[in-house]
């Protein structure tokens, strides 16, 4: 499941196939970015909808990057609290963009960069989806959110589920979507075998065209039949190469789907 984290910006991929992109474009690709283009783009859509990126240092070790309220909104505290948590993929600028103008006028949106995506970045040595639960919730304490819901989407599924089960006096609802949080090694083998890869960073970190290609076939319905490879590379050089190794890490940090066992328990419902 964690490749459906990555859908919104293959999605942007396959509206770039048009007959617009010649021979000249690609000629320009060494100075010009249409991905950092794109990137501006939708950071100018997440202000229009009255938020800001702002950072804070949640511990000695961990500075988190994340997108919330404009601090001067005089509307901000009439609304309940929503934090969306992104997949496994690009920053949250890129996963969120079709939900937030909506979701901002009936709440106060809090969109972190997890930990290794965006600017996000920690010394520890921890790589579990519980730790990064745990630097979110210390991030909303840092801003004084005492009460508030969580959205979460394929790993970000992973952390929404760990943030209802640790602050279960804190989170009010969950939605946890497109994420495998019953995963067991079995599921994780057949993805491979789909893929046809023997490791999952070759799946979900690619680092050539053909790799982003092959991921985009199992994540995309109706996929293009042709991409030129400067823009996919444009693509894994903007938005897969930084913290390429933590990311990793964070693939091999899961505490789930290395065996058998289905490691998640019912959440606490309360009313």
Known sequence: ?????????????????????????????????????????????????????????????????????????????????????????????????????????????????????????????????????VSMGKLLEKLGIEKYSVMGTSYGGFVAYNMARLFENRVEKVVIASSGINKILKDGVELLERAKVDKIEDLMLPKTPSQLMNLMELAIFKRPTYLPNFLLNDFITTLYSDNWKEKKELLMGLTFGFDDEVRVSPLSQVG
């Open 1 to 133: 499941t964690l490749f459906l984290s990555i859908l919104p910006c293959l999605c942007l991929l396959n509206s770039f196939t048009v007959s617009s992109l010649t021979t000249k474009l690609a000629s320009m690709s060494s100075c010009f970015s249409l991905v950092s283009f794109g990137s501006n783009y939708l950071r100018r859509s997440f202000i229009s909808s009255g938020l800001s990126y702002q950072t804070i240092k949640i511990d000695s070790q961990t500075t988190i990057f994340f997108w919330a309220p404009n601090p001067n909104s005089k509307l901000s505290n009439k609304k309940p609290s929503l934090i969306l948590l992104h997949g496994f993929g690009p920053s949250s600028i890129w996963q969120w963009r079709n939900q937030v103008k909506f979701l901002s006028t009936h709440f106060n949106l809090y969109i972190p960069d997890l930990i290794f995506f965006g600017n996000s970045t920690t010394t520890s040595s921890e790589r579990s989806e519980v730790f990064q639960a």
